[in-house]
């Protein structure tokens, strides 16, 4: 089955933001499923005041990301946007990694984090009645 969707990365100096809360700018990319690889990528400005609205308004399906506090990422939840954080590294690894089906997201798990980025985006895909598409 396709895995078709728009993700969210804030970003900062070329890597992902540190605290989403204080972001100013995010990376979007949709992910083809039929294709398993991400279409081209744009920077967007975020709106500190309305970061929710933002990504509702673009579309947004999933938002990585180093940090986000709870009520923040409740918000996110409430308007239908996955959130998978404690994530670092460049946006382009983290499209590559998701458009892989979530391989090689365990690699690019925050320093000291023992989430399990690849779980919680394929129990995402599950819950969906998704496959994610693999690289293999």
Same mark, same amino acid.
Do not use: I, N, T, Y
């Given at each position: 089955m396709s895995l078709d969707m728009r993700i969210a990365i804030p970003v900062w100096n070329g890597r992902v933001s540190p605290v989403f809360d204080v972001a100013r700018t995010i990376c979007?990319? !949709?992910i083809d499923g039929e294709l398993g690889e991400p279409n081209p990528r744009a920077i967007h400005a975020l709106n500190p005041v309305r970061p929710v609205s933002t990504l509702t308004d673009l579309g947004i399906d999933l938002l990585a990301c180093s940090a986000i506090s709870a009520p923040l990422a409740s918000a996110m939840s409430a308007a239908g946007i996955e959130v998978i954080s404690d994530i670092c590294g460049s946006p382009d690894e983290i499209i590559e990694a998701l458009a892989a089906g979530g391989d090689g997201?365990?690699?690019l798990r925050s320093p000291g984090s023992r /989430? !399990?980025?690849? /779980?919680?985006f394929v129990a995402r895909t599950s819950r969906q009645g998704r496959e994610p598409q693999s690289s293999r």
């Open positions: 979007v990319a !949709d997201l365990e690699g /989430r !399990d980025p690849k /779980r919680s």
